[in-house]
């Protein structure tokens, strides 16, 4: 179990929007659970998120995650128009291509598991593009008996009985005997996750799956065609060396990738809501300070600490 607290000053009016007057202290207090070992490879973490104090911010791309409100509610508008889900709601977040703007209530706590590309094919078996860039009802999309095993997660009073109880439940979805293309799997997670440079011919010459294959089944696992999934993790993998490597000139990590500078500016915004000299001034509590702590954090699965 790993505990941190981010703190920040914000400038918000008495919605909770920025303002130039009304200074309030915004707080991010994360409890991070490794999952039971048998299921490690299906669920990446668990985290445990408090907001003392709501604020509105944005969230990158991300892989696949579930949520549940157990205390305040969260807003977002990654499905179009912005939406709330109170106290109570149990979520299937598919993988996301884009950002999109969240806010928190006051006195919020979230526990969540962000569910690994092989964890949504043994869990869930649906295709991964169904769901991406949606935000759904987790137990629209489970058994009936399983679902019963969501409230025990409301019901624990600490990030570790949490995290047990979200163990019983992913154990029971998991079925390992659902096919899985395990080998192209594993080669499109090496080629994603990679912090260098990888392009599309580079996977096609590593299977020997025609490009038609290689685009269904990345759809299927990933949620999107290879070209975008690559363009995502391309900006993720950039936002994560400004911070890590405590750089203050995007310059250092726009790659020859990019036809030219304004095409990096662009892709980096579309995936990590702002670009990249606003993310290096900007105090962005839900991605840059985040990302810091991640590196302290024992991980199994290689999207934990990319996506």
């Excluded at 604020?55 to 990654?78: K, L, S």
């Excluded at 109880?165 to 096919?179: I, K, Q, S």
């Excluded at 290879?226 to 994560?240: I, M, T």
Aim: proline share 5%.
């Amino acid at each position: 179990m790993y505990k941190f607290a981010i703190l920040s000053n914000l400038h918000q009016n008495e919605d909770g929007h920025e303002a130039c007057n009304g200074e309030r202290k915004a707080m991010m207090q994360f409890e991070y659970v490794l999952p039971r070992a048998d299921i490690r490879a299906l669920v990446g973490s668990y985290y445990d998120t408090t907001i003392p104090v709501g604020f509105d911010d944005v969230m990158r791309a991300e892989i696949a995650n579930a949520r549940f409100v157990i205390r305040g509610a969260v807003r977002t508008n990654m499905n179009g128009k912005e939406e709330t889900f109170p106290v109570g709601s149990a979520l299937l977040c598919g993988p996301t291509y884009k950002w999109c703007s969240v806010g928190f209530d006051d006195d919020t706590l979230i526990f969540g598991a962000a569910i690994t590309p092989l964890g949504w094919a043994r869990m869930l078996g649906i295709p991964a593009n169904t769901l991406a860039d949606r935000t759904v009802p987790f137990a629209d999309h489970v058994p009936p008996e399983c679902a019963l095993q969501i409230q025990p997660i409301f019901d624990a009073t600490d990030a570790a009985s949490r995290a047990a109880a979200a163990d019983t439940l992913f154990a029971a979805l998991d079925d390992p005997e659902r096919r899985v293309h395990d080998d192209f799997l594993a080669l499109a997670t090496r080629w994603i996750t990679d912090p260098e440079p990888n392009e599309l011919e580079d996977l096609l010459a590593a299977t020997d799956i025609s490009a038609r294959q290689v685009e269904r089944l990345c759809k299927h696992y990933f949620g999107s065609a290879p070209k975008r999934l690559h363009r995502k993790f391309r900006a993720l993998h950039s936002a994560n060396r400004l911070t890590w490597q405590e750089l203050t000139d995007w310059r250092d990590i726009a790659t020859t990738a990019y036809f030219d500078q304004s095409h990096f500016i662009r892709e980096f915004k579309h995936f990590n809501g702002r670009t990249p000299s606003e993310f290096i001034k900007g105090a962005h509590l839900l991605v840059r300070q985040t990302l810091k702590e991640r590196l302290q954090i024992a991980h199994e699965s290689p999207f934990s600490l990319v996506g």
